[in-house]
């Protein structure tokens, strides 16, 4: 068996869309969390990679970006679900979907988790619980995280020009709902990258309030139970180097 390795930090949408797909395939691997502040645990890089996670050993061979992952899963893993459908018009539906989750879902998610005072406290205790910190640099997270989330906040709502972050994220699931329609998954009655990687990026935000908020939507709720059906393969080990 080829040893897989997912280089991760464990809020991250992008490494959740990586485990999405590495579990839907039926892929065993292990998980190396890295340090979100001084990157430490990152493998060595190809040059010109940014330092940023996720990253993926497969056997020795480092790929990195999750779009790029995920698309290079069907040809190195060809069992499970399929991520990339045959047919041109389902292919672009589902490359449009997982476009969506990188350019607007990943931007508007955290606005409804660190977006007021409360939100942001409670997050910072999460990102210090599960992230690879040291006992200062958890500390230093716990104690000012919050303030820090929260002016992070501020800026994406301003760069997205939006004001309510609830009414932003409602309308993109709106948006996703209606890819969704009456099907199965975004594609018909298969599920394929669009699927993972918004399943992927919406697993991220299950310590959150707004994830039981969103769960209470019927269509999204079925749809999420479907595909966590899917994820049978979880990771064999974690290590915080």
Not at 89 to 111: H, I, S
Not at 130 to 147: H, I
Request: aromatic share 8%; hydrophobic share 45%; charged share 25%.
């Amino acid at each position: 068996m080829t040893p897989v390795t997912l280089y991760q930090f464990a809020l991250c949408p992008y490494c959740h869309k990586v485990r999405a797909g590495l579990e839907a395939k039926g892929i065993v691997y292990r998980t190396v969390e890295v340090n979100p502040m001084n990157k430490r645990g990152l493998p060595p890089l190809p040059e010109g990679a940014p330092r940023k996670v996720p990253v993926l050993d497969w056997g020795g061979e480092v790929i990195f970006d999750s779009t790029v992952i995920l698309k290079a899963l069907d040809q190195k893993a060809p069992g499970g679900v399929r991520l990339l459908p045959e047919s041109a018009a389902a292919l672009a539906r589902t490359e449009e979907v997982e476009d969506w989750v990188d350019d607007a879902l990943t931007f508007a998610l955290p606005t409804v988790i660190y977006g007021t005072w409360k939100e942001a406290f409670n997050a910072a205790q999460v990102t210090a619980r599960t992230s690879n910190f040291g006992p200062v640099q958890n500390l230093m997270v716990r104690a000012g995280g919050s303030l820090i989330m929260h002016q992070v906040v501020k800026r994406i709502l301003k760069k997205h020009n939006e004001t309510d972050a609830h009414a932003w994220v409602a309308r993109e699931i709106d948006r996703f709902e209606a890819w969704l329609g009456e099907q199965p998954f975004v594609c018909g009655a298969s599920p394929s990258l669009g699927d993972i990687a918004t399943h992927g990026a919406l697993s991220c935000i299950a310590d959150f309030p707004i994830y039981a908020e969103l769960m209470k939507r019927p269509r999204l709720a079925a749809w999420f139970e479907r595909v966590r059906a899917l994820r049978a393969i979880p990771a064999i080990e974690m290590h915080r180097d």
